[in-house]
């Protein structure tokens, strides 16, 4: 208990020291808003003793669409600890105490289910891409316990059929946790640091802080331009397919 007590003190009074200064970039200096997002999920990763592989190399284009699965909150610190980027997510986490704060002043577009709202979805993110900002997308639509790769929805990827001039570079992105303490995990192992299936967030997020270690491999593509021919459900698929054969492969390889 003593070092999830500790993990949490830290974590909130580096959060509350630097949310000022995001406050001031984000609605006074509107430049350089990576800047502490990057730097505070660095921060957060050391703290909860999140350890990263990375396997291929990052896109040095912008603005790039990541396209990644998702098992965890966990997800967001790490990849926004790698590199500068925003990301999609449910419109309820704008909601979240604290949470939704953090979610607001790193520029995440909110999205619903609703088919009205999805014109305006996708010039949001156009409109951020157009500012040569990365973006991050889970397809998937929700969590899932790290053993597998949920069915893609198509929805997000309409903005390819709707913007055929567009140059938009896409990297796909598999993240698999490994290890625990040291220990490698297996598919029981796996359902218990991840968060899906209605879990409580507190219960789980206590369980993950008493952790000493958690270790993830991180896979990265290569980025492609999708071909103009391919309708939004081709490309889904086509970033699916290079997620799950990643994580398949690094489930069964130590």
């Given amino acids: 208990m003593i070092l999830i007590f500790l993990r949490l003190i830290i974590f909130l009074l580096f959060t509350l020291v630097l949310l000022p200064f995001q406050l001031v ?60 980027t925003s990301f ?14 953090l979610a607001k002043l790193q520029n995440t577009i909110f999205v619903d289910r609703r088919i009205s709202s999805l014109k305006s979805q996708e ?15 889970f397809p998937e639509g929700t969590s899932s316990d790290g053993n597998k790769v949920l069915p893609f929805k198509s929805s997000l990827f309409n903005i390819f059929e709707e913007n055929l001039d567009s140059k938009i570079f896409v990297q796909t992105i598999t993240i698999v946790y490994k290890k625990i303490n040291g220990i490698y995990l297996n ?20 369980n993950v802080l008493k952790k000493f270690s958690i270790e993830v491999e991180v896979i990265f ?6 071909n103009k021919k391919c309708d939004r459900k081709k490309i889904a698929l086509q970033c699916w397919k290079k997620i799950n054969y990643n994580l398949i492969n690094s489930l069964y390889r130590k």
């Fill in 25 to 84: 970039i984000v609605y006074l200096i509107k430049k350089n808003t990576y800047i502490i997002p990057y730097f505070f999920h660095n921060l957060c990763r050391r703290i909860f003793g999140i350890k990263i592989k990375i396997c291929g190399k990052i896109s040095g284009n912008f603005p790039v669409l990541f396209i990644s699965n998702h098992a965890s909150y966990l997800d967001i610190l790490i990849l926004g600890s790698l590199f500068k």
């Fill in 88 to 101: 999609v997510a449910k419109k309820e986490i704008a909601k979240w105490p604290l949470f939704g704060i």
């Fill in 123 to 137: 010039n949001q993110i156009i409109e951020h891409l157009n500012k040569k900002n990365n973006l991050v997308i």
């Fill in 187 to 206: 598919r029981t192992d796996r359902k218990d640091i991840t968060w899906h299936s209605n879990m409580d967030f507190v219960p789980n997020i206590f």
């Fill in 221 to 226: 593509n290569e980025e492609f331009i999708p």
